[in-house]
């Protein structure tokens, strides 16, 4: 690992210390390779051993990690550290480093393991119950969830909120009081949007639910990831019950994507936004790979990315200037009567839908604040789980208006709680959406033919400009400091409101 300025000489410590957290990042990775497969191809049967190979992996690497030698070596690179621009790999490293050290010696090794191996049963339980409706299979995993997600919470200083040291951990620099201003002011200008347009007429859509052969599909979704620029030789597409990116590397970047074959949305979709991800963690510069700061700055700087392409991108009528003869051509029996305007308002149709993924733009963040509350009321005490699925349901009835018509399509939809800690896991979409229009509107004031290169079905431009300014800095920086970094100020909701405007207001009537 080099200076991102000049080389320097690096101490004896310093070399010692990358070479333990390398080890560290390589069971991480062991156990990515693991959860990936548990995912994707896992036999049924195998659910009992995986959990056993992630809890002895999770707890290995906990282990490594805080052995009292990394601290020994963190203290004696002080130093070093400060003799070193601030901005620095070698700098950022040793603070990165010192951060998660700090997080990671206070929970045991024993615990770690214990919710590793928890995660991996209930995601499998998850697979299992939700396609069957069976709440009650997963009530009291999920019970038991909550109970780990607090007691984990419990290793840290006492906060405002339980979910402070989650929303830390994903959104490094931010808390629970942060979130809910952000969420708060959000709300406040897009409620009164989202109503105006629900009470007008929608387009038809009813022709992106004909009959769309999966396999054709798939071709033309990795055709669609290809463009616009991410890296097959250094990654691949499968199938999983949920959409996900995983890296094990920048040279290993692995995206899933579901499909449909009554509604072209799902797969399409999915893959760009999968495709988003993978081609942040691709961009990640070299020297960081294999190191605490070769990942994403947090998880709502990693959704900006993979909302840009799917939405600000794949959503818009400059995209499908240059997409819709295509897709036209694949599916000439499903789309041959259909225009590409009749398309592009189709796909930018809005309604309250039940299923988060499935959600326009105007809607979806509802979803994610919706969300946001029930994991701090289930993490304080205030809800608990069996009765969540009633609460969800006057929530939805109340926020959009329909009520979900089965624990499946309701709180049973999402995969998060179900292979994850209680709290900390929504937020960053939103924080991704507002984030996306901020990194766009900043890609097109530096190089104003972006928006006629789209038209093209030229991406390049695009994705430099962001592996530049964002993919290539990695960790290196928390949430706010990255986002000034890569946009010149600090995250606003104004650009987003005026991408909505400006796109919703060209297809309804927001006068």
């Known amino acids: 690992m080099t200076t991102s300025q000049t080389s320097v000489s690096h101490p004896a410590e310093y070399t010692e210390l990358l070479g333990r957290l390398a080890t560290v990042h390589d069971l991480h990775a062991a156990s990515a390779v693991l959860g990936w497969d548990q995912m994707t191809y896992l036999p049924a049967g195998a659910g009992g051993p995986r959990g056993r190979h992630l809890a002895t992996l999770t707890r290995l690497a906990h282990e490594h990690f805080t052995d009292d030698r990394i601290g020994v070596l963190l203290d004696s690179l002080g130093p070093f550290e400060s003799s070193l621009p601030s901005d620095s790999d070698e700098a950022s490293l040793l603070r990165i480093a010192r951060q998660d050290y700090r997080r990671a010696v206070r929970v045991p090794g024993s615990f770690m393991a214990t919710f590793a191996e928890h995660q991996s049963a209930s995601y499998q339980a998850w697979a299992v119950a939700r396609p069957a409706n069976d709440w009650e299979a997963v009530t009291p995993i999920l019970e038991r969830t909550v109970d780990l997600s607090r007691e984990y919470a419990g290793f840290f200083p006492r906060t405002a909120h339980l979910a402070d040291v989650f929303v830390d951990e994903a959104e490094p620099g931010l808390d629970v009081a942060s979130v809910r201003e952000l969420f708060s002011s959000l709300r406040a200008r897009l409620v009164p949007m989202v109503r105006q347009i629900i009470a007008q007429p929608r387009p038809d859509d009813t022709f992106l639910t004909r009959a769309y052969p999966v396999d054709t599909q798939w071709q033309f979704g990795e055709m669609v990831a290809r463009k616009l620029g991410y890296d097959f030789e250094r990654g691949r597409q499968d199938r999983a019950p949920h959409p996900f990116t995983t890296s094990f590397s920048r ?117 994610i604040m919706m969300r946001f509350d029930f994991e701090l009321a289930l993490l304080d005490g205030s809800l608990r789980v069996t009765d969540l699925p009633e609460a969800w349901n006057a929530r939805f009835k109340d926020d959009l208006g329909i009520t979900p018509p089965s624990n499946q399509d309701g709180c049973m939809q999402d995969v998060h709680w179900f292979a994850s800690p209680i709290a900390g896991q929504f937020q960053g979409y939103t924080i991704g959406n507002v984030l996306s229009a901020q990194c766009f509107d900043r890609a097109c004031e530096v190089h104003p033919s972006i928006p006629t290169e789209i038209e093209s079905g030229e991406f390049g431009t695009l994705l430099s400009w962001l592996q530049t300014n964002l993919h290539a800095l990695g960790r290196k920086y928390d949430v706010n400091d990255t986002i000034v970094r890569a946009t010149g100020r600090a995250l606003t909701i104004e650009p987003y409101l005026d991408y909505l405007r400006d796109k919703f207001g060209d297809l309804y009537d927001l006068s």
């Open 251 to 367: 040279n290993d970047v692995r995206i899933t994507t579901r499909l449909s074959e009554t509604d072209l949305r799902f797969g399409l979709f999915a893959t760009m936004h999968e495709a988003g991800h993978g081609m942040y963690e691709q961009g990640v510069a070299p020297g960081l790979d294999g190191t605490l700061l070769g990942s994403g700055a947090s998880s709502g700087v990693h959704e900006s990315q993979s909302r840009l392409w799917e939405n600000v991108v794949g959503r818009s009528r400059g995209f499908w200037k240059w997409g819709y003869s295509r897709l036209q051509s694949t599916f000439p029996g499903q789309l041959g009567d259909v225009t590409a305007d009749q398309f592009y308002r189709a796909i930018n149709r809005v309604e309250p839908s039940l299923i988060r993924v499935e959600a326009d733009e105007m809607t979806y963040n509802l979803h």
